[in-house]
């Protein structure tokens, strides 16, 4: 069975920080590309992130681009998104999601990141 | 920039009956490898999303053949042949293309 589980999020304040994990089991992680992607509340979803399966090529929504930083270990099978300089727009819940350009055969069940003083 | 258009934001079926939704796109969504990067998404209440078609056409696992989609180039549209109960949510277009962009959503409610 394929499992893609979050963990790390939080309330923190304006400008602090975070780091989210996402556990993969259940495929090949090492061969695919992997996606963040972001849902603020009531709202709809919005790709943030990305990582290409050889973990150095990574990619960006404008609006986390020197903020936001991807990256994966292969050897744990886990995706990670650090997140610095967050911002009350930042506030949403955080799905892991596998590919890329297809991406969402797989999601995770997400992880609540709330930035407010 | 691409220009995404996802209509209509929100659908009131009668059960049994069709729907559609169509994404519309200022630019083609042919990549340069020649597929065309153009995926649907289903978000019941309370759940992560799902995906229900990839590469424009194609039905993800488990999805119900009464879901299908089409299109080329820059038009593309959702059907759902007959609603059931169990369809109610958001539906999402989403671009591989480009800029990994999602569409606005539509509501999907029962009438």
């Known amino acids: 069975e394929v499992q893609l589980v979050e963990s790390g999020g939080g309330l923190v304040q304006p400008g602090g920080s975070l780091r989210l994990s996402c556990a993969a089991s259940?495929?090949?992680?090492?061969?695919?590309?992997m996606s963040w992607v972001r849902q603020a509340p009531g709202k709809g979803l919005e790709w943030v992130s990305a990582?290409?399966?050889?973990?150095?090529?990574?990619f960006y929504t404008d609006s986390v681009k020197g903020r936001f930083s991807i990256s994966r270990d292969n050897f744990k099978n886990t995706l990670y998104l650090q997140m610095n300089s967050l911002r009350a727009e930042d506030t949403a819940i955080y799905y892991c999601?596998?590919?890329?350009?297809?991406?969402?055969?797989?999601w995770g069940q997400g992880v609540l990141v709330t930035v407010s003083s | 920039d691409v220009v995404m258009t996802q209509s209509p934001l929100s659908l009131s079926v009668t059960l049994g009956q069709p729907a559609s939704i169509s994404c519309r796109f200022s630019?083609?969504?042919?990549?340069?490898?020649?597929?065309?990067?153009l995926n649907w998404f289903q978000q019941r209440p309370g759940q992560s999303p799902r995906r229900l078609i990839y590469m424009v056409s194609n039905r993800d696992s488990g999805v119900p053949d009464r879901f299908s989609g089409s299109g080329s180039g820059t038009d593309f549209t959702l059907k759902i042949s007959r609603v059931e109960a169990e369809d109610v949510g958001v539906y999402y277009c989403m671009e591989g293309t480009h800029l990994y962009t999602f569409g606005q959503g539509t509501n999907l409610e029962i009438k």
């Open positions: 630019q083609s969504l042919v990549y340069s490898d020649g597929n065309t990067y």
């Open positions: 259940g495929f090949t992680f090492t061969i695919y590309d």
């Open positions: 999601a596998k590919g890329l350009r297809a991406l969402g055969e797989y």
């Open positions: 990582v290409r399966a050889n973990g150095v090529d990574t």
